[in-house]
């Protein structure tokens, strides 16, 4: 059955809590490492749907997968017998595209069935088709499938059209052991590429530039095993950050790159929240209504798209007129009118949002359109008077671990329940 929560807001959010490894890191370090017949050992992997449904679509096609714990696993890719991957779950998930680069580059072939994940606008896969094309692969869409195919791989000097991280990933892996040396230009430089580099390096790779717009590799022959922990989630992280700002409350996010959020902590900064920083740490406190600004999503270092839902709905609550341009997906703003349902004023002109800032915003049943929304969501019931319910929250659970559990250590009032379970629902009021 499927649940939902419902949240009693109005509380100020108090405590620490400890961020999880990145998703994002996680999708393409787990593709990854099935390149070596070897033993691969990750830890510090967040336990979210989206990466659980990965390891099962590794195992579907013979690799094996050892959960040591749920924050740990062993990977060995020495006995992969098949090199397309084509079940219903892979396709709800963005990164089974990483599989097409790790395939290709261990095996010169792979098939895989066209990416799903979060409906936020288009995201098409032509600079991932032209990498492999230029590395001397062929590459088609057909009935559905993703179909790549090589003698043999020939390092190659690759521009992508657009700043694509799933292209850059991609590409990586797909190059790492080719013939030769490929150059990536106009490469992504998200803190997860890095993370995904450095841990092909420590499996043997030889990628130098990652972080930077231009990236170069040197095939080598073989990968081999490693140990390596996934850097801490920026997003999930940047959450909890706005969730302290908006219920004005004072919390220690731990285990966080404070480099990897100055986006966020700079924005909040600028509308009066008070963010001290630490070596791993940072600390999130308000006290008064904040303030408004301007918000153009842009590519890293830039304002991160994933933090532009949970932005938007703090300005939705702050004094003034704020903007937020979405520069990287179109279909971005779907959340806006479940926030009206909320009491919140915004206006979208297309990839514009408008923002009149309001006192306060009352519960309501809502619905969760996307992971980040969803998110969003959650943080404006925790503001809100009353009660609210979010339904869809599978939507929320593919990319953040715990996040109720978590949100209840710092005095939050939510709970998970069962749809339509008029008895929970009924039980949680008469409790909180």
């Known amino acids: 059955m499927e649940n939902q929560y419902i949240i009693k807001g109005g509380i100020p959010l108090e405590g620490e809590v400890t961020i999880s490894g990145m998703k994002n890191s996680a999708l393409g370090i787990i593709a990854a490492a099935i390149m070596t017949d070897e033993t691969v050992t990750i830890d510090n992997l967040p336990n ?6 990965l390891l099962d679509a590794i195992q579907g096609i013979g690799a094996t997968v050892i959960r040591v714990d749920e924050h740990k696993v062993l990977i060995n890719g020495s ?3 098949d090199i397309a991957i084509n079940h219903d779950a892979v396709r709800r998930i963005r990164a089974s595209y990483y599989l097409l680069g790790a395939l290709l580059g261990k095996y010169k072939e792979a098939k895989v069935v066209l990416p799903g994940g979060c409906a936020i606008g288009s995201r098409p896969i032509d600079q991932h088709l032209k990498g492999f094309r230029a590395l001397g692969a062929s590459a088609t869409v057909e009935y559905g499938m993703v179909n790549t195919y090589a003698n043999d791989l020939i390092g190659n000097h690759i521009y992508l059209d657009v700043v694509s ?18 150059v990536i230009e106009n490469a992504a430089k998200e803190p997860h590429i890095v993370d995904v580099a450095n841990f092909l390096n420590s499996m043997g790779a030889n990628i130098r530039g990652a972080g930077t717009d231009k990236i170069r590799i040197n095939g080598v022959e073989r990968l081999h095993a490693t140990e390596y922990s996934i850097v801490p989630d920026m997003i999930e992280a940047g959450t909890f950050m706005i969730a302290a700002a908006a219920t004005k409350g004072d919390v220690i996010i731990k285990n966080v790159i404070p480099k990897h959020l100055e986006a966020t902590s700079v ?31 842009l590519p890293y270092p830039g304002f991160p798209t994933d933090m532009q839902p949970q932005m938007t709905m703090l300005l939705a609550l702050s004094e003034g ?22 009491g919140a004023n915004i206006k979208v002109e297309g990839n514009i949002a408008i923002i009149d ?35 869809s929250i599978k939507y929320i659970e593919r990319g953040y671990e715990c996040f109720d559990e978590k949100l209840t250590s710092l005095g939050a009032k939510i709970e998970k329940v069962p749809m339509d379970d008029e008895k929970a ?7 909180s």
Do not use: W
Request: hydrophobic share 45%; aromatic share 4%; proline share 1%.
């Open 321 to 342: 007129t704020s903007m937020v341009t979405e520069s990287i997906f179109e279909n971005r703003f779907k959340y806006v009118d479940e926030l009206a349902r909320m």
């Open 79 to 81: 006995t992969i017998s």
């Open 165 to 182: 991280v799933g292209a850059t990933i991609n590409i990586m892996l797909a190059a790492c052991m080719a013939k030769g040396r490929t």
């Open 48 to 53: 979210v749907r989206d990466i659980n449904v």
């Open 267 to 297: 924005k909040l900064i600028e509308i009066g929240a008070a963010v001290d920083e630490y070596d791993d740490a940072l600390r999130i406190s308000s006290n008064r209504r904040l303030g408004h600004t301007q918000i153009k999503t």
């Open 357 to 391: 800032g309001v006192a306060g915003l009352t519960g309501a049943a809502l619905t969760a359109p996307d992971l980040r929304a969803g998110a969003a969501l959650v943080v404006a019931g925790l503001v809100a008077r009353e009660y609210t319910t979010i339904d």
């Open 425 to 431: 629902i009924q039980k949680f009021k008469m409790t």
